[in-house]
């Protein structure tokens, strides 16, 4: 009977903890939300995404990845960047962009500040981490031109 008596009660103690952690969660994710998401307001990790919240604004400007001299001969112009970045040759040994691999990624590897593949981009300044991480997931889910 004691034993009997143990175990019902470490049950409801269980039963009892378990209700006031679910009960405690004030932020939920939607079932239908990506993995990863949060389920929050986040851009998804497209190129066209990266292209205007990101090379646009941050990197492609005057006397940076833009013109005729880009810096690092990187141009990231919307009417290059694609072309200019995945699987294109770097002088750091590693692709640019290697599609399902930011770890081998020279652009993954510059916005966080990688020091073997030089100064952290963008000069002067860095990406949020949900700017990161859109390049990050994009890189990740194969790099694709969307």
Not at 2 to 28: D, R
Not at 110 to 123: D, H, Q
């Amino acid at each position: 009977m004691k034993i009997f008596c143990k175990a019902t009660l470490k049950n409801a103690v269980v039963i009892a903890c378990s209700t006031l952690l679910m009960l405690a969660c004030e932020h939920t994710i939607p079932l239908d939300a990506p993995a990863g998401s949060g389920g929050g307001d986040e851009q998804s990790p497209t190129f066209s995404a990266l292209q205007s919240t990101i090379f646009n604004r941050k990197c492609a400007l005057s006397g940076c990845h833009i013109g005729s001299s880009p810096g690092g001969g990187l141009n990231l112009s919307a009417s290059r960047a694609f072309g200019q970045l995945v699987n294109a040759n770097s002088s750091y040994g590693v692709p640019r962009v290697t599609p399902n691999d930011a770890d081998n990624s020279v652009l993954y590897q510059k916005v966080i500040g990688n020091s073997r593949f030089g100064s952290r981009m963008p000069l002067g300044s860095s990406l949020s981490s949900t700017e990161v991480n859109l390049i990050l997931d994009w890189i990740n889910e194969g790099a694709p031109n969307n």
